[in-house]
């Protein structure tokens, strides 16, 4: 028998755990059973892609109780592992962002939100057991098993296990009872198979409760929530799965249903999240959905199935037609495939817009956590401008009829353009004050035009890509000459002021191409222009940063 220490990191959470900072424990269970179902997933897939074998013919989950030595063991005949998986996996926390996050996760004690981007996984079991035994079999390994076990205190044992059956066993000794303030207690029946019916319904394995006697009782319904018709599902359960596949405690903002029939068949769920994901702008974060083939599940993060603009929808889709063998790198290329990508994306953009009319808080709430990403599309998909556009909207320097500021969609810009305006106008910076204060801006604020204001970094690269929005321009009021009184700017003539532009040019002959007469200030001496085909100063940093 070998005692190693625990990561630091892990360790670190598994304190957390230990003294409860969750309010919620009965998600210990719902922890155990996702990684169960996983792990018979895992088997079904290792025999149908890569041939082993291995028995599949009934896999399932049992939950054993023993109310006497309160214990509580969860028991699967999937995958399992071995030796040095359950050092490397259960020892460990790999995540990316985990130290980020635990800091976070601190301070916040009482957030469930943050712990649900987290995905606790096994250490929750440490919420409720002063002891957890794991004992493992990894599906195609010859010989012995292995045993596993810790308090939760920094160590944790290994060991074999001699006569282990293929598979995971996971036993939690249980913490003696509160009398004072529990109204129940995980070695209750009625408990357990609420906590089941509650979290883990569409789990699409049997879960049995079997006791002592060999009884056993199966507690899930294990239907697809994709494949049942919306009308016949709440929405607890529809967000239960929801925080199965997102690990997102936050209730989705919109849920889509779709349903295919004919040559090609598939069906969908997919979920809009209500707030962005602290890894969104992180290279390194799981993006993708899941894809099941006839109800078989195939794999995680499949990003083949949704462009990367959109990657914070989460979801199923469950294709018919397609081979359970299939691979990722097959699923690049395949027709049906692209052909699913393409549907979801309209039906997803369809969505926000809908929400625009029908719902602005939550549409609100969607580009504040997601335009930003949205707008990646720009640059991703020249044939959805049209639709990205519409569902896009922009800070502005027009007021709404409060005195305040709100952002704007290009729609209303348009409605409310003046009188014999023909562009849209925008300029791009860092921050609002900065925009507000630009020197361009003060002739456009003089004469009354209103100009998007665009601070994001993605702003000054998809400005550059299209063209136009409802045949109206987009327009920088930072390049060329603007012609805000058509074409005087050209004509000004320079009256007393040739010999000034003179020596200017000459002085900065090195710096600008130009200098000239300009309209469009009214209190600042002089701004710098670039010229109409030029790059933006704040994209030319940008080029210079990134050393070209
Ligand atoms: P997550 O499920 O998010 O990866 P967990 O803490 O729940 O995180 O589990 C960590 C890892 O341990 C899993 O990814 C899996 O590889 C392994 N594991 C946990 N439970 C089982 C099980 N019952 N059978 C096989 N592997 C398991
Ligand atoms: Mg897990």
Redesign the pocket.
């Known amino acids: 028998m070998e005692t190693l220490e625990f990561q630091a990191e892990a360790r670190q959470l598994l304190q957390l755990m230990v003294h409860s900072i969750y309010s919620n424990k009965d998600i210990f269970l719902r922890?155990l059973i996702?990684?169960?179902s996983?792990?018979l997933d895992k088997l079904r897939l290792a025999k149908l892609q890569d041939g082993l074998e291995a028995d599949t013919s009934d896999l399932h989950i049992e939950i054993e109780v023993d109310a006497e030595a309160r214990t509580l063991t969860v028991r699967?005949n999937?995958?399992?592992?071995t030796r040095d998986?359950v050092v490397e996996?259960?020892g460990t926390i790999a995540k990316s962002g985990t130290a980020e996050l635990l800091g976070k996760l601190k301070e916040a004690k009482e957030s469930p939100e943050l712990i649900g981007q987290f995905?606790?996984?096994?250490?929750s079991t440490f919420m409720v057991a002063d002891k957890v035994t794991l004992v493992?079999h990894k599906a195609g390994t010859e010989g012995h098993g292995t045993r596993w076990e810790s308090a939760g205190e920094g160590t944790f044992t290994i060991d074999d296990a001699p006569d282990a059956p293929v598979g995971?066993t996971?036993t939690l000794h249980l913490r003696p009872k509160d009398e004072d303030d529990a109204l129940y207690d995980y070695t209750d029946e009625w408990k357990i198979k609420e906590i089941v019916k509650r979290y883990s319904d569409f789990i699409s394995f049997p879960i049995r409760k079997v006791s002592g006697d060999g009884e056993a009782e199966t507690l899930n319904s294990m239907k697809a929530l994709w494949a049942r018709p919306r009308s016949e599902v709440t929405d607890e359960e529809y967000h239960q799965f929801y925080r199965h596949i997102s690990h997102d405690w936050t209730d989705p903002l919109e849920i889509i249903n779709m349903k295919a029939e004919g040559t090609f068949e598939y069906e969908a769920l997919l979920f809009i999240p209500a707030r962005a994901p602290h890894d969104l702008f992180q290279r390194d974060a799981r993006r993708g959905l899941q894809l099941y083939v006839k109800r078989v599940f195939i794999m995680d993060d499949s990003k083949e199935l949704i462009p990367d603009y959109l990657r914070f929808v989460k979801g199923v889709v469950d294709a018919a037609d397609l081979s359970l063998n299939i691979s990722r790198e097959i699923l690049q290329q395949d027709r049906h495939i692209q052909m699913i990508r393409r549907r979801l994306v309209k039906k997803v953009l369809s969505t926000i817009k809908d929400l625009m009319g029908g719902n602005p808080e939550k549409y609100a709430t969607f580009w504040r956590e997601f335009g930003r990403a949205v707008k990646e599309g720009l640059l991703a998909e020249p044939d959805n401008h049209k639709p990205i556009l519409e569902i896009a909207s922009f800070a502005t320097t027009a007021l709404t009829t409060d005195g305040g500021s709100e952002p704007t969609t290009l729609a209303a810009y348009v409605e409310r353009m003046k009188e014999g305006q023909e562009e849209i106008y925008f300029l791009t910076g860092e921050s609002r004050s900065q925009v507000e204060n630009s020197p361009h801006m003060e002739a456009f604020q003089a004469e009354g035009y209103e100009v998007l204001i665009l601070t994001d970094p993605v702003d000054e690269v998809w400005v550059d890509v299209v063209p136009e929005f409802d045949g109206k321009k987009l327009r920088s009021i930072a390049r060329g000459t603007v012609d805000l009184k058509k074409d005087e700017e050209e004509k000004q003539p320079e009256g007393d002021f040739g010999p000034l532009l003179g020596f200017l040019t000459e002085k900065l002959d090195e710096r600008v191409k130009e200098v000239r007469l300009s309209h469009r200030l009214t209190t600042s001496a002089a701004c710098l222009v670039s010229d109409a085909d030029d790059i933006t100063p704040a994209l030319e940093k940008m080029y210079r940063a990134m050393g070209q």
């Open positions: 922890e996702s990684n169960a996983d792990a699967d999937g995958i399992g592992m998986e996996l259960i995905g606790v996984g096994f250490y493992t995971t996971i």
